[in-house]
């Protein structure tokens, strides 16, 4: 059969339209002899393949050959059953992959803001037990900084003076540290710093504002609030603790083939 030609395929009562060369990106594969009818086992019914298997665990098999990696969704269960399904079909590259059940499930992850308000500034400082949403955070968080005359720290707006981006407090790969408010300079100079996070194109001053937009950021990328406590009751200082499930990243695999072969 041409890798070109579309192959349909009724699993369990699912069907699934495909190309050849997808179900032959393992040679070894009963999928793939299927087609070479070296497999008896899957009869040919009005121009479709018929299989008696699990059609709804043969749709996570049909990304995987699409895509070569193994992604699977967060309240997944099913990785033994998933795993047999794949030995059944020859695809022992992907039963290894199920078989580090450990590195597909979902991980909790736990992030902390820390907020306080002293005089006309509030302090923010982030701390994450992954690193690359810190990062990611770090990103969509912007400081801007600019000379105000006589300018109160609880003026919604920032003035029509241009405003200088400035880099975030990275202590470690954990945490970022920020700030925003006025302070005083001199005469009646003050230092503003305003807050935007995007994608958000606002650019505020306020503290509390800033800490309701990072409440929206966080809650928009799968967080929820699971407690609020103060840390330091002389200092103000407000600590919020977030948590989510992070879907890990799929795990990829490397087919080659023979030099030549159309795909």
């Not at 241009?162 to 925003?180: G, M």
């Not at 407690?227 to 890990?248: D, G, H, L």
Request: glycine share 6%; hydrophobic share 40%; proline share 5%.
């Amino acid at each position: 059969m041409s890798n070109r030609e579309v192959v349909v395929l009724s699993v369990g009562g699912v069907r699934f339209v495909t190309w050849a060369s997808t179900l032959q990106q393992f040679p070894e594969s009963r999928l793939a002899r299927m087609l070479s009818d070296d497999d008896q086992e899957f009869k040919l019914v009005n121009g479709e393949f018929f299989v008696d298997r699990d059609g709804v665990l043969f749709s996570y098999i049909m990304d995987f050959l699409r895509t070569l990696q193994v992604s699977l969704p967060t309240d997944f269960s099913d990785y033994q059953r998933l795993q047999r399904e794949a030995e059944f079909y020859g695809l022992y590259t992907l039963a290894d992959l199920l078989s580090q059940e450990h590195l597909l499930k979902p991980r909790l992850e736990i992030l902390e803001v820390r907020f306080s308000l002293q005089e006309m500034q509030a302090f923010f400082r982030i701390f994450g037990s992954c690193s690359t949403t810190v990062e990611t955070l770090a990103e969509q968080i912007t400081v801007f900084a600019g000379q105000q005359s006589g300018q109160s720290w609880t003026s919604p707006f920032p003035s029509q003076k241009t405003l200088i981006p400035l880099p975030l407090e990275r202590p470690s790969y954990h945490d970022l540290v920020f700030k925003c408010g006025t302070e005083y300079s001199a005469g009646d100079q003050f230092v503003a710093r305003y807050v935007s996070i995007k994608p958000d194109n606002r650019k505020l001053i306020n503290g509390t504002n800033v800490l309701g937009l990072l409440f929206d950021t966080l809650l928009k990328d799968g967080f929820r609030l699971i407690s609020a406590r103060t840390v330091a009751s002389e200092e103000k200082v407000e600590c919020y603790s977030f948590e989510r499930m992070k879907r890990p990243a799929g795990l990829a695999v490397t087919v080659n083939h023979p030099q030549g072969t159309p795909r």
